[in-house]
């Protein structure tokens, strides 16, 4: 079990261009949530997918924002035009989910990304 | 909707000292409390949680919770903190099981030698 990867750590990127981000779960896990983190604050959620299917968004994820899931298991995070404003820490995490009892989310390190 | 607060934004504690955080939390029903440590470069990490039972329960690096309904409070305390405890901690809550977490703003713990 190597946790929870996501590429790239790192992202610096002009105001207006796409940026691409890739989360990795745990095997296995059916369960992928995005949330952000921006400085000074707490992860707030994004969405999240259970298998292919994107169950919820968030309202702050705008028209700008669209993530997929397209096979059940690594899930991309797309940011269209990005704004000075998206600059954050976006955090993935994934759990394995039975509907019979909590399951932990566990967390990866995150992608931070700044947009000058 | 759910909310959680951690009125501390800093707490500093020698290290040896005893650390206590504070979470208040707002939801209907029985809320799925957790909480989560990160430190810099790192991911979060969960440190326990509370689903049902038991209102005091423990988890690892020798941090324990306390729920108190009354209160819709979730304590976070360590009898004796380490240097490696400063990190910046974060209480959250699940409305249900396997669904998106809700976090408070954190809590940086600076620990002092």
């Known amino acids: 079990d190597t946790g929870v990867s996501q590429d790239p750590r790192h992202k610096i990127t002009k105001r207006g261009q796409n940026v691409t981000f890739r989360c990795d779960p745990i095997?296995?896990?059916?369960?992928l949530y995005w949330y952000r983190q921006t400085l000074g604050q707490g992860p707030e959620f994004l969405t999240y997918?259970?298998?292919?299917?994107?169950?919820?968004k968030s309202r702050l994820l705008s028209d700008r924002f669209s993530a997929e899931r397209p096979k059940g298991s690594f899930s991309t995070l797309e940011i269209q035009r990005t704004e000075q404003g998206d600059s954050a820490m976006y955090l993935c995490?994934?759990?394995?989910?039975?509907?019979?009892?909590?399951?932990?989310?566990?967390f990866g390190p995150g992608t931070r990304l700044t947009v000058l | 909707a759910q909310s959680v607060t951690q009125p501390d934004i800093h707490i500093t504690v020698s290290e040896g000292a005893s650390l206590e955080l504070r979470c208040n939390y707002s939801?209907?029903?029985?809320?799925?409390l957790f909480w989560y440590v990160q430190s810099p470069g790192q991911g979060l990490q969960l440190l326990l949680k509370?689903?049902?039972?038991?209102?005091l329960v423990q988890g690892i690096k020798g941090f324990e919770a306390e729920f108190k309904r009354s209160q819709s409070s979730f304590n976070l305390r360590k009898p004796s903190v380490h240097w490696s405890d400063a990190a910046e901690y974060f209480c959250?809550?699940?409305?249900?099981?396997?669904?998106?977490?809700?976090f408070g703003g954190g809590t940086r713990v600076l620990v002092k030698p």
């Open positions: 995490a994934s759990s394995s989910f039975s509907g019979s009892a909590y399951n932990e989310q566990f």
């Open positions: 095997s296995e896990h059916n369960r």
């Open positions: 997918f259970q298998n292919e299917a994107q169950l919820e």
């Open positions: 939801y209907g029903a029985t809320p799925y």
């Open positions: 509370y689903f049902s039972g038991d209102t």
């Open positions: 959250a809550v699940g409305k249900a099981a396997g669904n998106k977490l809700t």
